[in-house]
């Protein structure tokens, strides 16, 4: 069982966050607690208004607030050929379920064996009998149980027979972006939006920058020899890299102290091959503002994106692709000195 201590969430359940994934993890005096469902990725602000009903409810009952989620995403194991791209590695997902003021993940290992099971299986065997669920809060949305047979309709009636209560979060969200269409907090549409550039608008949807992390590893050194000294993400960063060009953002060392001023830098941004010198590799590679002392080689790194400043482009010299990167950063200087960093 997990470290019991005080919380202003929990007077009863109040542990330090846990990641259960397994039944035998679950506490044996767990004898009631406020659930909800979900994939989550991304945390995004419709996940966070259901999220915050959850951690409020649980509150109000002394009960501990739980988010029930899938890893694999359910399609990576159904349909491969169909699945998403994932905002958010597992691990950051259950940071922002911690952030958002959730107890407990119970993180399931998605199998087809699990794909079989009925809406009311699910229900009896994971919120009631494993759970043992008192309230159920979910969105509008909400699909679960073979071929995705079970909804709302399904959980209420199950409520009723099985002795929890359902809320149903009705407005998941939206938002509205540039030019006055609204934009509906979904993991789906900040894919979209990712793929397009529009850092911007996705940031909209997640209620924060999205970020991909890595460690910074050699690169050709063409940057240092530029006087851009960049610091190169490994080719399999966590998070998913949106469509390629040069954004505005920063640079975070997750290992430093807050108070370090080091930890959160100012950086110009390229995702792309650096079609100049031919690159055939796609990276992403991040000169922070100014800086030329940075030795961030083996170090975990943590890149977020602010606003995407034009598309990756072919320069026919190097003092041609000199004097763009020159303007890139008076952009990227401009743009970020009106941002506090997240």
């Keep these: 069982m997990g470290e019991r201590r005080r919380s202003p969430r929990s007077a009863r359940y109040s542990w330090r966050v846990q990641r259960w994934s397994d039944v035998s993890q679950i506490p044996a005096d767990l004898d009631g607690s406020v659930v909800t469902l979900g994939n989550f990725d991304g945390v995004h602000r419709g996940h966070r208004l259901v999220l915050a009903e959850v951690a409020a409810r649980a509150t109000a009952a002394g009960l501990c607030s739980v988010a029930v989620t899938f890893d694999p995403h359910p399609l990576a194991v159904l349909f491969p050929e169909r699945a998403p791209h994932l905002i958010t590695t597992l691990e950051h997902r259950l940071s922002l379920l911690e952030a958002a003021g959730i107890d407990a993940v119970y993180v399931m290992e998605f199998t087809r064996e699990l794909a079989t099971w009925s809406p009311e299986r699910f229900v009896e065997e994971v919120f009631v009998e494993t759970l043992r669920a008192q309230t159920v809060v979910v969105g509008q949305d909400t699909r679960f149980g073979v071929r995705n047979s079970g909804d709302v309709h399904t959980l209420l009636e199950l409520g009723e027979k099985l002795g929890f209560e359902v809320v149903t979060i009705l407005d998941q969200g939206d938002d509205e972006g540039d030019g006055g269409q609204l934009i509906r907090w979904s993991s789906t549409q900040v894919r979209g939006l990712l793929a397009d550039g529009d850092v911007a608008g996705a940031a ?35 998070g998913l890299i949106p469509v390629d060009g040069v954004y505005a953002g920063w640079l975070l060392r997750p290992h430093l102290p807050e108070t370090d001023h080091d930890r959160t830098l100012p950086a110009a941004i390229s995702v792309g091959t650096n079609p100049t010198f031919d690159g055939t590799h796609r990276r992403v590679e991040a000169y922070v503002l100014d800086r030329t002392d940075l030795e961030l080689y083996g170090e975990s790194a943590t890149i977020e994106f602010v606003e995407r400043l034009r598309p990756t482009l072919r320069f026919e010299s190097v003092d041609e692709l000199l004097e763009q990167m020159a303007q890139d950063v008076v952009d990227c200087r401009r743009i970020l000195s009106t941002i506090v960093p997240s």
């Design 204 to 238: 909209a949807v997640l209620g924060r920058p999205h970020r991909v992390s890595g460690v910074v590893v050699h690169g050709d050194h063409r940057g240092r020899d530029l006087g851009y000294p960049t610091a190169n993400l490994e080719q399999h960063c966590a």
